[in-house]
């Protein structure tokens, strides 16, 4: 064993024993801040949730066509994906806390367009709008609360986002079941409109969280960044631990990349390097990345979600109070799910977790897809046949809850490396949003062809091939800090080379 590896075993120690947080504790003041960025991603979730009885009514006060309605459901989506490219840079130039607060405000108008449009046309822009600021929300979110979080509850602290997203489904249901009964031209304005308060508590809420301290390290603003690593750590000397691995990565990592420019680094040329030339390990991470975020709206939850209603309204189930209970039955399922698996992710770790949750939906859609099947060629519609699609959608979902969705915003955010993380993450989520605008904007129009159990069973089959896709491109990241993550997509042989030189090749 040579002195090197003797040092960085020495080092691991220290974290691990000394400093009990990483093996066993949480810091509270980590919590409270993981718990502010999150938030942001009920503004998302709630859209989903209130959009999928709002549409009801907006279909028959505006007198809108089912192609009109899927333009309208899925062009948040769409367009949420500029806000995701654009939200990698942004955060680069201006941090990670200001790009929370302009994820939030730029949300904030869009809500407010929605609640006060006259026309299909305005209320087409204020999903635009909103769709922007969510596609900034998605990324920012969980890459602020990767970049405070210790290595041994960063799972658990990177899935808020995802119980915060389900969260919003939820409250989105219960709105829509309570003002379900207002007259027509009011109930889904103020369906639309309530979105306005989360994002004003967000704004103001942000203005007590502190910058990243990986951001800060990247600005040279090591003090600061210092101040903040106290905070979020049990003590001084696991703060000068944390700041010890990320300085040390980001002497190198973004050295070279400001070197290479002649300028203070500000995330320039990171595209160049995402897209035009990235290195091995860089095409593998932007492959798990990309692809985990791929299935993750190919599996059509998204879809399921917003349309869930008109499945059941064909399905033999015409009360619109009835289905939006069933909806919120579909969100209690749901967000019990995401919490079990929020708080027992980092025991079991990312994999375990995503196969179990991936083979669930294959089998649920399947079921789903065949009990849909039977009720379209039954006059008589049975009972015990709805129940089952009932909950076959039930577990879809939880399944889901259970793997894909909390495990996509962690996977994300933790494995790319320290100069392309911002944005890097920000192209695999706009990747993302893409699809879920793709599915929810042709749902029904492939529904109409194949009919909904057709559909379901095609994204059966997607889940079978995603099932596959995780088990062979998605090593497991337990426990890892950030810098380390890097070398489980080295070439070996470097990989073990950086483990013989210590922290020195974990993030380069």
């Avoid at 602020?144 to 919003?168: C, D, N, Q």
């Avoid at 997607?462 to 800090?481: C, D, N, R």
């Amino acid at each position: 064993m040579d002195a090197n590896e003797m040092e960085s075993q020495q080092h691991r120690a220290v974290g691990d024993d000394e400093f009990g947080r990483i093996n066993t504790g949480l810091n509270k003041y980590t919590i409270f801040c993981a718990l502010l960025a999150s938030t942001n991603s009920i503004l998302l979730g709630y859209d989903i949730g209130v959009m999928s009885g709002a549409v009801l009514f907006i279909k028959e006060n505006l007198k809108i066509s089912s192609v009109q309605v899927e333009i309208l459901v899925g062009s948040l989506n769409v367009l949420s994906l500029i806000g995701s490219l654009a939200s990698g840079q942004t955060s680069d130039y201006i941090g990670r806390r200001y790009t929370i607060v302009l994820a939030a405000a730029t949300f904030l108008v869009g809500a407010l367009l929605m609640g006060f449009a006259p026309s299909l046309s305005l209320l087409l822009a204020g999903r635009i709008v909103a769709g922007i600021g969510v596609g900034y929300s998605l990324m920012i979110s969980p890459v602020y609360t990767a970049e405070i979080s210790p290595a041994m509850k960063r799972g658990f602290l990177t899935s808020l986002p995802e119980v915060f997203i389900v969260s919003g489904i939820l409250l989105g249901y219960i709105v829509n079941y309570s003002l379900s009964g207002l007259p027509q031209n009011m109930n889904w304005r103020l369906m639309l409109g309530f979105a306005a308060i989360p994002a004003i508590a967000i704004g103001f809420g942000v203005t007590a969280m502190p910058e990243s301290p990986r951001w800060l390290v990247m600005k040279g603003r090591t003090d600061e960044a210092k101040r903040v690593l106290v905070k979020v750590s049990d003590s001084c000397q696991e703060a000068e631990f944390r700041l010890n691995e990320i300085t040390k990565a980001a002497a190198l990592d973004i050295g070279q990349a400001a070197s290479s420019s002649n300028s203070e680094w500000r995330g320039q040329w990171v595209w160049r390097e995402l897209l035009l030339s990235p290195s091995r390990p860089v095409r593998r991470i932007l492959v798990a990345a990309i692809g985990i975020n791929f299935f993750m709206q190919a599996s059509g939850n998204d879809a399921v979600i917003y349309y869930c209603p008109e499945v059941f309204k064909d399905a033999g189930i015409h009360n619109k109070r009835q289905l939006f209970g069933v909806n919120v039955i579909m969100g209690v399922a749901k967000a019990s799910f995401v919490l079990i698996s929020a708080l027992y992710l980092d025991k079991f770790g990312r994999r375990p977790l995503l196969l179990l949750g991936s083979i669930g939906m294959a089998v649920s859609l399947a079921v789903l897809g065949m009990g849909s099947k039977f009720l379209e060629h039954s006059e008589s519609k049975p009972l015990w046949a709805i129940i089952v699609c009932i909950l076959a959608v039930c577990a879809d979902v939880s399944f889901f809850s259970i793997g894909l969705g909390p495990i996509t915003w962690v996977y994300s955010s933790e494995i790319f490396p320290l100069r392309l993380r911002a944005q890097g993450t920000g192209l695999a989520i706009s990747v993302n949003r893409l699809v879920s605008g793709v599915v929810s904007m042709t749902f029904l129009t492939i529904s109409n062809k194949i009919t909904f159990g057709g559909v379901f069973l095609v994204l059966s089959g997607v889940m079978v091939v995603g099932t596959l896709f995780f088990y062979f491109f998605l090593p497991e990241t337990k426990s890892k800090s950030l810098e380390e993550v890097w070398a489980l997509f080295e070439d070996k042989d470097k990989s073990n080379d950086g483990e013989r030189g210590g922290m020195q090749m974990r993030e380069i």
